[in-house]
């Protein structure tokens, strides 16, 4: 059974970083994501790394300023946001995918329960 657990949402003013986690349990897929969802949005991809080879992928809006990288052992990927920005404001979720680096939601398997991020101006 697969399980993603993300933590580490909260509310921050711009220009400030926060640092999202994202636990795994069950079995190994090739592509960890990253995507975000505003309110009367649709949910957008943000960021992914290839487990094995840590290939990553970002979307546009967010190279540069936001990180994402992954811990082996503990099987957790993390989302490091810097210079965040009031537009970053959303729900983040964490997702698994058997493709290579999709950024297409529905290539994605299994989705965390979303944890939000706020970002004041």
């Known amino acids: 059974q697969v399980q993603l657990v993300e933590s580490g949402g909260g509310l921050v003013q711009a220009g400030g970083s926060l640092r999202l986690s994202c636990a795994a349990s069950?079995?190994?897929?090739?592509?960890h994501g990253w995507f975000r969802q505003a309110p009367g949005k649709e949910r957008e991809f943000v960021a992914a790394i290839l487990w094995s080879a840590g290939t990553l992928a970002y979307a546009q809006s967010v190279k540069g300023r936001f990180t994402i990288s992954r811990e082996n052992a503990e099987k957790t990927v993390y989302l490091l946001m810097n210079g965040l920005r009031s537009e970053d404001t959303g729900v983040y979720y964490c997702?698994?995918?058997?493709?290579?680096?999709?950024?297409?939601?529905?290539?994605?398997?299994?989705w965390g329960q979303g944890t939000q991020v706020t970002v004041s101006s």
């Open positions: 997702a698994v995918s058997s493709h290579v680096l999709p950024r297409a939601p529905s290539q994605y398997s299994y």
């Open positions: 069950g079995r190994t897929f090739l592509t």
